[in-house]
């Protein structure tokens, strides 16, 4: 190692806290990331204990009510929505697009500052005493009745909002202007293109979260009745300012996983993403008719019937892109050199579980089954499969394709496929159940349940252990890896991407020379060997 | 120490970071669009459940000070618009003249903004705080200035920012202005402009509803 690389230009903390390199600040988010992840996985944890008995032997309603809401809140805006944007995307993005960064690196480094703002505020929140109106903060019963902390918790996700917002517009606009020579929109790998698509969700709807979480705020401090029925407000027009963030938020949150998964299934069935050109415009039109379904959360509002049925038939659009995605990674797979790296193997457990997840989706926008099955367990199994068995399924795949790339070393290939192998299992037993419990019509939110269900619960906590020892396996042979492991070559997977083409960690501006790219990406010759994209 | 270059090393040269700023931008002010276009469909959602109840709030909203305020701000903008096309390191000094102006008019339009607020407060016009309104139509009239207050003060605070932006522009300008000042001041007057038009629409959604057939 004599020549320096982004990790060891400097080692002062003031180096890594003042950065403005793209890399370092995907470092900076992935620890924090983690930390929140064990934080939303140890108040799953509880839960899952609580629910292994019919009984409420564990905690009160009114901490578990509390629990669950820490979960979500914490999930999702401290852990799914930045997971793959602002770890993996940071750092690769200007790599693929052969940049020695992104457009914007002070405000990437603005970003990482505004969240973890935001994360301490909703931390505290949370051990000041709580907030127990579940992470969708519903009125009226946020405004008047929730006697926790919802404003802080409200003003944490606010000010980690314009985080998102300010990645997606870097992203947007890097993914633009910074593109190398010859790298026009067709030769993007698809990871961008789906990062592309997930920063105009970014951009667009996180805003009207953040206006919507204000009036909530205004309306619980002031004591005036915006959503109040009492004096002539509408509950339920939070309800439609919240989904219509929320619902694009799930393909904030689903949309840069399926974009891993095509770097993983081109690169270790060494063949071409099959029908590149609709996988790509599936990013964008699944982020666009997304915008247009959100009302299939309100089925049993109360919403026109009309509405219900223009939401129903919306919700069933949005499965053909994703399908389209799902097909096309198949067809990718066929006749290909298939290697079963770790990797891949995530890779392939995204496809089955968000291939379940999907479709037990399309289950829920029927108006007719949506009914029986609003807020029981079957729409809880059906988003963890999307959310976890999609999202965090493709995190952990990516993290490790990437990893050489990232820490210039390699980790341990069999604990890492044990650990793949045992977190697809695992997962399996904690949600499937919650299928069969749902369609039973244990409905979600309750500790208490009666003692019927106990089987399906037991079979379920069961799952979440193993899934938990399974997710802190890779704290160590990573962590291990990180310190340890055996130096990384530039290219181990010998993938065609520029950010392959460049040594391992990369330097401190990425490239030595500007790479000129001359080929699409994913092309590999007869003998299954990567051809560089520019070369 | 070896000198700075005269852009980051993202940008292949300064044009490209300049579009590249520009395009950033353009991007933050469409997610501002979605900021108020959310407040304004709330607004709109009411407005049509309480149509007169609207119209009656409308009515007690001081048209003449929002008509001012409305010129002042249009005013400002022009003088913005002005100091981004004079400006060069020739001309500083006319754009710095220019921007001064234009901050002051803000501040001039933030001013008239609270002695409306206090007039407002005076009538009992204030929820949460001090709201009395008999009637029928107290309901409409009560989130008729609910969404007035948030939106107005969203807006106002958009315009202090804006106002500390080009009031550092203009002390640029004073002082070593150079040609990459210029797409600083470019987004900036970007800014400046989206905020004058957010109010264009928080005007006719404010004053004017309850007006026109009186």
């Known amino acids: 190692m004599s020549e320096t690389n982004y990790l060891t230009t400097d080692y002062t903390l003031r180096s890594w806290f003042l950065t403005t390199d793209h890399k370092r600040i995907a470092i900076l988010y992935f620890a924090s990331l983690i930390f929140f992840f064990f934080i939303g996985g140890a108040a799953a944890t509880v839960i899952r204990i609580e629910l292994a008995t019919p009984q409420g032997d564990l905690v009160s309603s009114d901490t578990y009510n509390r629990l669950f809401t820490m979960h979500g809140i914490i999930m999702v805006w401290f852990f799914l929505i930045p997971s793959i944007p602002n770890t993996l995307g940071n750092f690769v993005v200007p790599l693929m697009i052969g940049a020695r960064d992104l457009a914007f690196p002070r405000l990437n480094l603005m970003s990482w500052y505004i969240f973890m703002l935001g994360g301490c505020t909703t931390l505290f929140a949370i051990f000041a005493g709580g907030i127990d109106t579940g992470w969708t903060f519903y009125t009226p019963f946020s405004t008047l009745y929730s006697n926790s902390y919802v404003i802080l918790a409200a003003a944490g996700v606010f000010i980690a909002g314009f985080s998102s917002i300010l990645t997606g517009l870097n992203f947007i606009v890097s993914i633009h202007r910074l593109r190398a020579p010859g790298l026009t929109w067709y030769r993007l790998p698809l990871f961008l293109w789906s990062l592309y698509a997930t920063s105009v969700i970014l951009v667009l709807a996180t805003p009207v979260l953040a206006i919507t979480l204000l009036l909530i705020a205004t309306e619980r401090f002031f004591g005036v009745g915006i959503f109040d029925p009492r004096i002539g407000g509408d509950p339920l027009l939070f309800q439609h300012l919240f989904w219509f963030y929320s619902h694009p938020a799930v393909y904030i949150m689903i949309l840069p996983g399926m974009g891993v998964i095509n770097e993983l299934i081109s690169c270790f069935s060494r063949k071409e993403v099959f029908g590149y050109k609709f996988v790509a415009w599936a990013s964008l039109a699944i982020a666009a008719v997304g915008f247009l379904v959100w009302g299939h959360h309100m089925f049993v509002s109360g919403q026109s019937l009309v509405a219900s049925l223009v939401f129903s038939f919306m919700s069933f659009i949005v499965a053909v892109p994703s399908a389209i995605k799902v097909f096309n990674w198949t067809a990718t797979l066929h006749k290909g050199l298939l290697r079963f790296d770790a990797p891949m193997l995530y890779a392939l457990g995204f496809i089955g579980l968000f291939t379940i997840g999907g479709l037990t989706g399309l289950f829920l926008a029927c108006l007719a089954y949506d009914v029986h099955a609003t807020d029981t367990y079957f729409v809880v199994a059906h988003f963890h499969y999307i959310m976890v068995g999609g999202m965090v399924t493709a995190y952990f795949g990516g993290l490790h394709y990437w990893w050489p790339k990232i820490t210039g070393r390699l980790y341990s290939e069999h604990w890492a496929r044990a650990a793949a192998v045992l977190i697809f299992f695992g997962f399996n037993l904690t949600f499937f159940p919650q299928f069969i419990l749902g369609a039973e019509g244990m409905p979600r939110r309750y500790h208490i349940y009666p003692p019927e269900f106990q089987v399906w619960n037991v079979l379920s906590s069961g799952g979440a252990a193993i899934l938990a020892l399974a997710y802190l396996m890779p704290l160590f042979y990573l962590g291990y890896s990180a310190f340890f492991g055996p130096r990384a070559p530039a290219n181990p997977w010998d993938a065609p991407g520029l950010e392959w083409q460049t040594s391992s960690p990369p330097p401190e501006h990425n490239f030595a020379t500007q790479p000129v790219v001359t080929r699409k990406p994913y092309q590999y010759n007869r003998n299954f060997q990567a051809e560089p994209q520019n070369a | ?214």
């Not at chain 2, 579009?19 to 933050?28: Q, Y």
């Not at chain 2, 249009?74 to 006319?94: M, N, Q």
């Not at chain 2, 710095?96 to 005076?122: H, N, P, R």
């Open chain 2, 1 to 214: 120490m070896p000198e700075r270059a005269a852009f980051a090393p993202q940008y292949a040269s300064v044009p490209h970071r300049d579009n590249t700023a520009e395009l950033g931008m353009w991007v933050f002010i469409a997610t501002e669009v979605l900021l108020f276009g959310g407040l304004i469909l709330a607004y709109f959602v009411y407005r049509h459940a309480f149509l007169q109840g609207f119209a009656e709030g409308s009515r007690h909203t001081d048209i003449v000070i929002g008509t001012t305020n409305t010129a002042v701000l249009l005013t400002s903008s022009f003088l913005v618009a002005w100091a981004v096309e004079v400006f060069s390191p020739d001309t500083a000094r006319l754009s710095a003249w220019l921007l001064t102006g234009a901050a002051c008019l803000g501040l001039f339009f933030i001013v008239l903004k609270g002695i409306e607020y206090s007039k407002e407060y005076d009538e009992h016009l204030v929820p949460g705080v001090d709201f009395q309104f008999a009637g029928p139509l107290a309901n409409g009239v009560q989130l008729f200035f609910i969404f007035y207050f948030v939106a107005t003060a969203i807006h106002a605070l958009h315009m202090l920012i804006g106002i500390c932006l080009l009031t550092t522009l203009a002390a640029i300008c004073r002082k070593a202005p150079t040609a990459r000042h210029h797409t600083a001041l470019h987004s900036a007057a970007l800014y400046w402009h989206f905020v004058d038009v957010v109010w264009i629409f928080l005007f006719a959604l404010i004053y004017l509803p309850g007006r026109s057939s009186s």
